[in-house]
């Protein structure tokens, strides 16, 4: 988590990144971009909203095909959950879950594309380039399980009456081609999509409380983090053949 | 879809159903705002964006218990699509697709709160207020299951090898008490969580193509469009108990 605090840039990284353009997004020279309603993203506070809703200014392109690492999580049992519990400690835990997990995907330079209820999307490699981005998205996998595990261990104790299941969460990671840009008339923030983006979903789908699933793919970049971890193969909804995961648990 | 332009409406209407006070949103008395970075929001171009991100200054809570109806629609095998077929056709997929589903829901008041790849969610009746909500969503899932299925067809014609397949929407509609507000520190745009919204959302992941979905609480509400539809019961992942739906299909 230090190391957020470490890399607050001064200038927004994606654009650097894609662009070589220097954008000003902390200190005084971000002020008069400010005026003009070039602000830190709401995906990655390195990144400014340049790079969230200008994509075709940033591409020269509507969309473009890229390799990165996605990363899907969500809270195992959320529905059964919500069936019983009071919804103000319901939403402190979808509260609780989202701002972890976006502190751990941003110390590794990823950025939360989407959030939906208790669930979250996270691109590693776009805008921010990654050398190593399949090994920054499972590190930050690893992270959010850390430091998930505990805050929901607190929330979970002032629940009247917990149920049997702990409170835990699932992730999934995979690495491959993605089709990044926009894909709606209205709205200008990107997002990624194709075969890839899916299988992370379906992976993370079947990731247990506590379980972070990485495809081979993506746990073949990661081989330090990955090191003895266990192969299993998976059928996944909409995809023909098994698809080969390793398994990791959170330490 | 012809009432969208029918009702360009010149004041927000989230502001004036929420806090009665008339943002201007069209026409020269907009400028100012705009200059403030107040614009139509991309949820629906009938709301600003105080409505869409300033939830804590328009209701004075970080969230609210309410009475909706949510809305799920995605593109049935998508997944499967994905894995064949090439990544320009299935961009201009999703682009129609979600453009035809906005304008539809948006014909009906309601606001597309979450766009994830081939998928959405609408919520009716928060913040514009609609008295028959439930009415406004069926009618709004019927004009997405017309228009999509001709932008479809028309787009299946260039794909070199279709699936066996045809590309279709399934739809699922609930109604019921949610969570409305900001669940995360650093997105300020409100959305709903609760067992009410997975409910809608475990209704459209078992509908066909063409199928609509609606739970017997929300039909109930419903009952013209509703007429002569079949009941089924369903056993959705993480609800105990089977729930009612009644099954529409598209005209």
Request: aromatic content about 6%; charged content about 20%.
């Amino acid at each position: 988590m230090e190391s957020t605090a470490r890399s607050r840039a001064r200038i927004c990284r994606g654009c650097w990144d894609q662009m070589h353009v220097p954008i000003p997004i902390r200190g005084p020279l971000a002020l008069p971009f400010r005026a003009f309603g070039i602000t830190r993203s709401k995906m990655n506070p390195n990144i400014c909203t340049i790079c969230e809703r200008s994509f075709r200014y940033v591409k020269k392109q509507r969309h473009i095909s890229a390799t990165a690492t996605i990363l899907f999580a969500d809270i195992r049992g959320f529905t059964v959950l919500s069936e019983r519990m009071d919804p103000v400690i319901l939403s402190e835990i979808v509260s609780v879950f989202q701002d972890r997990c976006a502190q751990a995907v941003w110390a590794h330079d990823g950025i939360v594309n989407k959030q939906m209820g208790d669930g979250l999307m996270a691109i590693f490699n776009f805008p921010i380039k990654i050398k190593h981005h399949a090994d920054a998205a499972v590190a930050a996998a690893l992270d959010i399980q850390r430091s998930c595990t505990s805050a929901l261990k607190s929330l979970e104790l002032r629940v009247d009456k917990p149920s049997d299941d702990a409170l835990g969460v699932g992730v999934g990671v995979h690495t491959g081609q993605v089709e990044i840009g926009e894909f709606s008339t209205f709205r200008s923030d990107f997002t990624a999509i194709g075969s890839a983006v899916n299988l992370a979903a379906r992976l993370e789908s079947q990731a247990a409380a506590g379980e972070i699933l990485v495809s081979v793919e993506a746990a073949a970049q990661a081989p330090e983090l990955m090191a003895g971890t266990q192969t299993r193969a998976f059928r996944l909804k909409g995809i023909e053949h098994p698809v080969l995961a390793q398994v990791l648990f959170k330490s």
